[in-house]
């Protein structure tokens, strides 16, 4: 090693020493704590070291009805989330009145507590006196039990989750939006290009890299959901039986409530390596492109 | 550049998983601290000190403990000052005591319900030797209490914000339909075919679906669960779920839904009556525009036998100093002597834990004129708390609670739904 590379260790050493302890330990630590049979977090006693917790986590219907939760939630929480927040971007950005207001609005439950706007939800959907059913009543629909019913449980969660995570999506969009050369749109007014056709070829094509960047870090955030199940179930995880339930939501109840700290550390890694898979599949394209690139130079 | 690409993928994956960090913990120390009590009682030599209690009580409750200890920490002659660390809400503490249990970094002293501790029993302090040599009236604290903290072979506390469940009531309504206060299963039933009938809404609610079940297999003379599992796979048994589902399932008696608790539905006439805490009657609105109605309170009914479900937690030692141990102590005392429960029930609502608080005249003049605090009064003889002294027993409340709902919903037979919840207990501690 020579010296301007110890330099430059030595700089990030701060970081690297906080990243070890913090994220790499603990980490680790979780890994093996999921292999310990009847680990105890009070002294760190375990009965063996096996299969036992996976074995055991896989068993359990309410792992799996966990699973199949959170997996349809990432489908639809993402998705929704960046077409309706690139719509709303592109209408933010052109020439309308009260532009700041509505940038302001828009921006307003990213910057609440999530227990807050769970309480307003709570509200909206009330069955026998919400916001929601009583809009609903106009058109004959309803009453629907948002959230006494168990069937529904998973639709509102994903209403109030999509609802919740456009702002931040609006917000960098729009960031997206006003990088884009004006020049692209006015040539596009030279040639009358139609406007759809000016959103597909022009400003898509333009925020590709932003989208890719709103779509990985929606789902890494829409597999760790909790607290939108949290607030808007009331401390609960559906309104019968955990009919909402989501990964992190059981990994947290085995930890606090039923202390089998084995099995939710087992569940910890899964969702790790599934969270590692996804964001795998989610670089192929980009990687694939890169390797075209350079075979054609 | 591969090895980029891979250093990459693992960041991101940690960006994920860093909830894993909330799992970490240290699982060092295993030493055991049930000091043996100091032989107090002869001569204390308390030296000055500080301890830490950590409590999940807020708004007025808090400020009553707040007036408490004050009054102790300037009224004690060793110099002891308590310092109180509001937690938040009960869930908060138990999770922060867990965390704190593992990196052995415990308060001296704590408020607690025996199932946060299961899992570390043996680090709170045994206050047997305490109670033997420095506690000249346990005797006169509520038996339910006393068995409660004997539960774990030791005495592992003393009882402080202690609640019952009682029935609260539309007496208003009670009254129109020429219904009365029920004292039993068929005066439930009864009122509950009335109320439907009439009203069309339902009768009755519990808003803790597992401490009705406990409640009502005891009030059938039976018995709910234990260390071995589910002890309720009798005749009884399948007798009370037969009682039980047949509520339910006639629409006498619904779930509390998309509800917190009862006192919004009871308040907004959208039930006749519920099963809640004492504690909750200050939720209860009767004053709301057009739906105004006189409240009602009255014990659980009972069956075979009466039983009353007892809530609330104790305050428990973890201190390892002995000093510290001491002073904690005086300061358990201090909290559980007859002038402080009957403040800490006056200012709260909570219900005084001994015998002869109920019966002192001041006690007695504010029960004249709070109806709650009577009712509660009038069922203390057979209160009862839930076995909680063993692994498992906090999932199983959640597995039956839920367990319960879905049943429920499903709108199971009574042998179905025997069969179900003796499973869920079963496999929780199999």
């Not at chain 1, 690297?16 to 630590?29: D, E, G, H, N, S």
């Not at chain 1, 099995?263 to 980009?286: C, K, N, W, Y």
């Not at chain 2, 774990?152 to 029935?167: A, D, E, M, R």
Request: net charge negative; aromatic share 14%; with cysteine.
């Amino acid at each position: 090693m020579n010296r301007r590379s110890f330099k430059g260790y030595a700089y990030l050493a701060p970081v690297l020493v906080i990243m070890l302890v913090f994220t790499a330990y603990p980490l680790v630590k979780a890994i093996f704590m999921s292999f310990c049979e009847n680990y105890s977090i009070i002294n760190g006693s375990y009965k063996g070291i096996n299969l036992e917790n996976y074995k055991d986590l896989f068993d359990d219907k309410l792992f799996i009805r966990a699973l199949g939760n959170t997996t349809l939630y990432v489908a639809f929480v993402v998705p929704l989330s960046v077409v309706i927040s690139l719509i709303i971007a592109n209408l933010l950005n052109s020439h309308i009145k009260f532009q700041g207001l509505f940038q302001t609005l828009y921006f307003l439950p990213y910057v609440t507590s999530v227990i807050a706007i769970g309480v307003v939800w709570r509200w909206i959907m009330n069955s026998n006196y919400g916001l929601l059913n009583y809009i609903l009543g106009f058109f004959g629909i309803g009453p629907i039990g948002w959230l006494s019913d168990p069937k529904y449980s998973m639709t509102s969660l994903i209403i109030f989750a999509v609802w919740k995570s456009l702002a931040f999506n609006i917000m960098i969009f729009l960031a997206a939006l006003q990088g884009i050369s004006p020049d692209l749109y006015a040539a596009a007014r030279v040639d009358s290009t139609p406007r759809l056709r000016v959103f597909f070829k022009i400003t898509v094509p333009a925020m590709m890299p932003i989208i890719a960047y709103a779509f990985i870090m929606g789902i890494i955030n829409a597999f760790k959901v909790y607290n939108e199940v949290f607030s808007l179930f009331n401390s609960k995880a559906g309104p019968v039986n955990n009919e909402a339930i989501t990964i992190v939501y059981y990994i947290y109840d085995q930890f606090y409530n039923n202390y089998k700290y084995g099995i939710a550390a087992a569940g910890s890694v899964v969702l790790f390596l599934l969270i590692m898979l996804f964001t795998m599949i989610q670089r192929l394209p980009g990687r694939i492109k890169a390797k075209k690139e350079a075979a054609q130079k | 550049m591969k090895m980029k690409r891979i250093m990459a993928l693992v960041m991101a994956s940690i960006m994920g998983a860093s909830l894993l960090t909330a799992c970490g913990g240290s699982g060092g120390s295993t030493e055991t601290t049930t000091a043996a009590a100091a032989a107090a009682g002869s001569e204390k030599d308390i030296q000055p000190t500080t301890i830490t209690f950590w409590h999940g009580m807020n708004n007025k409750q808090e400020q009553s403990l707040t007036e408490l200890t004050e009054k102790f920490n300037a009224e004690n002659e060793y110099g002891i000052t308590v310092e109180l660390v509001n937690q938040g809400s009960y869930s908060d503490l138990q999770t922060k005591l867990m965390a704190n249990a593992a990196a052995d970094t415990l308060p001296d002293i704590a408020q607690a319900y025996n199932n946060y501790f299961t899992d570390y029993v043996d680090k709170v302090v045994a206050l047997d030797d305490f109670v033997k040599n420095d506690y000249p009236d346990w005797d006169d604290i509520l038996e339910s209490y006393r068995t409660e903290n004997s539960e774990y072979g030791k005495i592992t506390g003393v009882p402080f914000n202690k609640s019952t469940y009682l029935f609260f009531y539309n007496k208003t309504m009670f009254d129109e339909l020429g219904l009365e206060a029920p004292k039993t299963w068929d005066d439930l039933q009864h009122i509950g075919e009335v109320i439907l009938e009439k009203k069309g809404l339902a009768a009755i609610g519990y808003d803790s679906m597992c401490d009705m079940l406990e409640a009502a297999l005891r009030q059938h003379g039976e018995q709910y669960v234990d260390e071995t599992g589910a002890l309720f796979n009798t005749d009884g048994g399948l007798e009370t779920l037969e009682f039980i589902m047949n509520m339910y399932n006639s629409g006498y008696a619904r779930l509390v839904g998309e509800d917190n608790y009862f006192s919004d539905s009871l308040s907004n006439g959208m039930i006749g009556g519920y099963v809640g805490s004492s504690t909750g009657v200050s939720y209860i609105s009767t004053d709301i525009e057009g739906k105004e109605f006189e409240l009602g309170v009255c014990p659980v009914v009972g069956d075979k036998t009466n039983a009353a479900y007892n809530a609330g937690t104790n305050i428990v030692m973890f201190a390892k100093d002995a000093n510290n141990q001491k002073a904690a102590w005086e300061y358990m005392k201090f909290m559980t002597s007859k002038e402080s429960t009957i403040k800490w029930a006056m200012d709260t609502g909570y219900l005084p834990i001994r015998t002869s608080a109920y019966e002192s005249d001041e006690y007695k003049a504010f029960m004249e004129g709070d109806i709650t605090a009577q009712a509660a009064y009038e069922q203390a003889p057979y209160g009862f708390v839930s076995k909680a002294s063993f692994t498992g027993s906090n999932e199983i409340r959640n597995v039956v609670s839920t367990t319960l709902n879905e049943l429920i919903t499903d709108k199971a037979d009574a042998q179905t739904a025997l069969d179900t919840l003796v499973a869920a207990v079963n496999d929780v501690l199999k």
